[in-house]
């Protein structure tokens, strides 16, 4: 559907006066822009919208409720509003911009908002598909079908009467709900799984995603989570170690700009990883080149030159490590076990020198001795390893490796010196704002009690009716799940019913393909979405869900330094509805307490987000409230609370829609890990078993090795990743391996409709000129990329900047499978990923083994596609 | 003591690599001839060169093309190839295609006069 088109609707459909309906015309660029190419015309806009603003408008803060990276997203934006339609976007202007204080800008994605919220794919109406019927009809045609609008009390109907009959049928362990909703129910979690747990439960889904094999290691090995220091801290560094981090790309606001001020101060910065990405390319002194998922061979390497020249810190080692050598093992373990005896190949005859390493990971032995001599001699000096490193079979011993040679250089407890996987400033260390919770009471999933979010319950080992990410598809499609090394081994499972909610899980998961064929198994398929995206494509019924620019206003943190307060911006498009509306329609017609559901009311919601916003104090003592609210506050909003003194006033913090916490170069909030332990170990020992940093772990083997996926000793060690996963196992029918940055063109799957940014950032196939030069490709050619589970149609981007052997695919693009060939023109990475779990339930997004061919085919170019990836087909004889 | 210059072709096309390369020469007993294209290697070549420094992955052509191609028409001449990603397997790539030796291009201004020298196995003296 044309933009044109779009409009066209929006005119027949909505309540938008006609006056409005044209300034949404101007936003969406008129069809003479539209057809020339350039999208949305947004240079009209700003010259035409502008003037109009500063005439009728107002700045209205609306959120980027994106989550790009992992506690630093979410930056202000602000939406300028003319009677009623957005009309142009502005991020962070008004604070002066200070080096130690700078202003929160957004980055592409926050300022291509309005595009996204006024996308011509948004779902405007319920539809269900054609050829449904109870029991789901001809479910082969999920994904074929054709559309019928149908009203909100039919959709309604329709979901109420399914869920009902299929709990009645085959009991709640049928339903599987592909969405967020974890115990606080707040904003990102999805209201509806409120319903499902009233109504007696549902399976749900485990893994880390993100956070690959992180979390247990430092956990186990250093006794707390998510702990690195700030960037204050950071600044003080001589030497930044960035492995697999591409935080110019990823890792939201202000991130990359801290990095060039610990260049500024002196830092010099070492990049590792396979390609030449904008972070290496913007701000390293050096670049590594490595072969990907190898990255433990190359800090053995390093680790063997260090202990052979003495160059490691003995007495950090010997004072707040245990499991080094020989003569520093905790009671029980063999001495044998240590890491520095496994390094030197003392015992099992395999010396882990730079040869053997550079043999492994592609980089030459000479640079692996130059960097250990680098980490061992410049103080202080932080390293970082990003998520993706991990997320390989058994990739829980890179972060082990990492810790314990990040420790063998002694730099940890002092401004500069840090060995942590998470960025600079994330919200989850020591959170310096935070914003207050909805209040409601949300009821618990029956089925699933436990409040985990990335693990099963491995210390009851009760009911384990959960998927594992990687495998959800395959175990819903095979009818069990699982390992035989499970309580009871595998387990039976009978999905008959798939909610998507909260999340585009049916492409973000690994091995796609297997998604599809799940969703055409089960009886029914709901998915609830603001576009049409591939769960909507699938589903029978799709919901139109309103985006947060069209709802209540609220305070939202989910960043160290700041929180936002955004209001509503716009009214509900054609007939989307809120998420929590339709947790209360399926509540009140399966005859639950739909009010209970419900919760507060949004006034009173938002309130809650207000009052229990929280701030550091100055000296870093302890949290306060941050707003003052008054009686008459209170009164305004029509809500019950009690007055409070606070550090702004709300009309403050209503106008400015950002509160951001003082910070300047060594003020009293700077965070440095583990400082306490490192000032006086005896009096601040680390949570772990010995008290000290765990190099030698044997809890963190133990609880790895329960799920059964993979195996892993309790020091770091190097094993080839499986016989058909990672470089090692590369074959003649698949020679190249696959790696799956993310993209400043989406915030993992979202954003992905936005033309302007697929235009700016087109979904390549990156590969090296080796590989490229030697299949005949160049850059924009069009290539089949095939691995043993799909095929992805893209254009090439040769680059020598790539390690050969090695293809990127960035991930988050929507899957947009062409019918008669099987393959995706979308060029989603899910489609060609494993279903291979590992370790605590990481997702082996790393190292699928891949073949890339030129192809003798036409592909459109991402930008000339239609923003929706494949037309909405309606039934003639619909409404 | 100062034998007749050795040729040496700097085939780059990039025009501030190229002038880099041979400033650094520049005070060097040799006899440098700077081409930007293909087909200006190969005329340079006729007349023989001892070795050529080639930005393999900076031309149009494919580098395996573009080395068969040096290699081709001057046997003798000794390929050095210039990389900017310094990688086992780039290296490898490359010599299997017929270079004589490496050279990263962030470290010319150290290494290319002592690789010349050892690949040559000459002294090119000031």
Redesign the interface.
Known sequence: MSNEGFIQEVLQESSLSRRSFLKLSAVMGGAATAQAGLGYGLKAVAADGHKKAALNGEWVTAPCWHNCSCGNSRCLIQAYVVDGVPVRIRSDEEDEDLYDFPQRRACPRGRAQIDHVLAADRIKYPMIRKHWEPGGGNKELRGKDEWVRISWDEALDIAAREINRIYDTHGPKSIFTASWGYENGEILWDPVLRVFNALGGHVSHYGTVSFGAWPFPEAFMTGSMLDCNDRFAMRHAKLLVLIGCNWASNKGGNTAYFVQQAKDSGAKVIVVDPWLNRTAKGLADQWIPIRPGTDTAFLLGAAYHMIVNDLQDQDFLDTYCSGFDADHMPEGASKEDNFKDYVLGTYDGQPKTPEWASQICGVQASVIRDFAVQVSSIKPTSFYAGQSTTKFPAGEQFAQVFFTFGWMTGNVGRPGANVSWIGPDPNFTVPLVTAGRYGDTIPPNPIYPDKIIFCIDLNTKREWECLEYSEAWQSIVDGEYGRDSWPGGKRPIDIRMIYHGHAHFLNSLPNAQAGIEAHRKVDFVMASCLHYNTNAHYADLVLPISTLWERHGQVMGDNREHVLWWQNVIQPLFEAREDIDVAYGLADRLGLDADAIYGNPWPQKEFNTLAGAMVMKPDGSGMEPLVTITAQDIEAMGVEGQPQKGRITVEEFRQKGIYKVPREMDDALMHVAHAPFIEDPEANPVATSTGKFEIYCPTLAMMVNQYGFSEIAPIGKYQEAEPDHGYAARTEDYPLVLFTPHSLRRAHTNLDNVPSLREAFPQGCFMSVVDADARGIKTDDVVLMTSPHGKVLRRAKVMHGMVPGAVALEDGAWTDIDEETGIDLGGNPNILQAPKASGQGVQCWTGTLLQVEKYNGELLADADRPAHGRKIRFAKDSA | MFGRAVHLVIAVPHIWLRETLSQILSDRNVEVECVQTLDECLDAMEQPAAAAIVDV?GFPQ????LLDALTGASPATLIIAL?????????E?VMARGASAVLLQERAGEELIPLIEHTLRIDIHR
């Open positions: 992955f494919p580098y395996g093309e990389l900017s990603t310094d990688s086992i397997d780039y290296r790539a």
